[in-house]
């Protein structure tokens, strides 16, 4: 597996792992504010994909790096690829390359009661990571509840969770 940042023609990888959650997630293959969320995050280098050493697309990540408060935007790891890894490659590579200084860096997840909590397993790979349940949040487009999670900056391992790193096999 490869983490690196996502290219223009990683947006097709990006649709077909929202296409695997949004039934967690709600709407989102065909949403044209979700495709250009994507592009944005892209162009910026704010979006880093995880992939196989055949080019398919394992995982993907939206990152807002607006220190202090740094946002995970979008975590999706495919079916298939859930616990080898690429997850926590993912993020991995985001804390090494956008986490700078004193701050936070928060996510919003599931909420305890959310179906995909216990089958995504999102809450506990957070929790593992040291991130914190904090507040709740506002429900999610499909209208199940949703959860901040908050890791301090200075708590963030800077390569503890593998070492994952720009274009770096895992």
């Known amino acids: 597996m490869i983490v690196r940042l996502a290219r223009e023609q990683d947006l097709a990888g990006f649709i077909a792992l929202a ?25 910026r280098s704010a979006a880093l994909v995880a992939v196989s ?31 080898t ?12 390359r956008y986490v ?6 928060e996510v919003v997840t599931f909420g305890a009661d959310h179906p995909g ?5 999102a809450r506990v790979f957070y929790e593992r990571l040291g991130f914190i349940p904090a507040e709740a949040a506002e429900p999610g487009p499909e209208g199940g509840s949703r959860q901040v999670y908050r890791l301090n900056a200075r708590d963030a391992p800077s390569r503890p969770l593998g070492s994952y790193g720009h274009e770096e096999r895992a």
């Open 85 to 96: 890894g690429a997850g926590r490659a993912l993020m991995a590579d985001a804390l090494r």
């Open 117 to 121: 909590a216990v089958e995504s397993g």
């Open 100 to 105: 700078r200084g004193p701050g936070t860096v």
């Open 19 to 43: 296409a695997q959650v949004e039934d967690w997630f709600g709407p989102m293959v065909e949403e044209p504010g979700f495709h250009r969320a994507v592009e944005d995050h892209i162009r």
């Open 53 to 83: 050493s055949d080019g398919e697309t394992l995982g993907g990540l939206l990152f807002g790096a607006e220190a202090p408060v740094h946002h995970v935007h979008w975590l999706v790891v495919s079916e298939k690829a859930r616990g």
